[in-house]
């Protein structure tokens, strides 16, 4: 009997795990029976759009309304998308501030990638809402 751990190959490690962004959300078609890939590609692509060959290609994805309904975070599930946000020592520590308050004060056991999703949530909620008057644009104009 071996006592070598087995590791995934190089295909499992590498394999492509989705073929549209996840912002752009699926269209079921019950008259379809191609299955979900299907309705991903369908809604990637705007109806009445010539997709070019292959080579020269470019995603073209429609733009995302935020609703009521979709502006809701995620909470805690696998997210396929990723950004890289840096941030001073003193917004780290804010941020960690805000967990620990809410942990101990609330009872809310949450990471900082979820606070930071909620905060998102917000804060798109209100522009959607408010517009120009929205509290990320006053912030963003320096009022």
Do not use: C, W
């Amino acid at each position: 009997m071996s006592r070598r751990v087995s590791l995934p190959g190089a295909e499992e490690l590498f394999r492509t795990t989705t073929t549209t962004l996840s912002a752009v959300p699926e269209v079921s078609d019950p008259a379809s029976d191609h299955g979900a890939n299907s309705s991903r590609v369908a809604a990637a692509t705007p109806s009445g759009v010539e997709r070019p060959d292959k080579s020269t290609a470019v995603r073209v994805t429609p733009r995302r309304r935020v609703t009521r309904g979709t502006s809701a975070p995620s909470g805690r599930q696998k997210h396929d998308e990723k950004i890289t946000v840096y941030l001073s020592p003193e917004e780290l520590f804010d941020l960690d501030q805000a967990r620990l308050t809410l942990r101990g004060d609330l009872g809310l056991a949450v990471d900082r990638g979820r606070i930071v999703r909620e905060a998102l949530a917000v804060v798109v909620a209100d522009l959607e809402a408010k517009g120009e008057s929205s509290i990320i644009a006053r912030r963003l104009r320096g009022l």
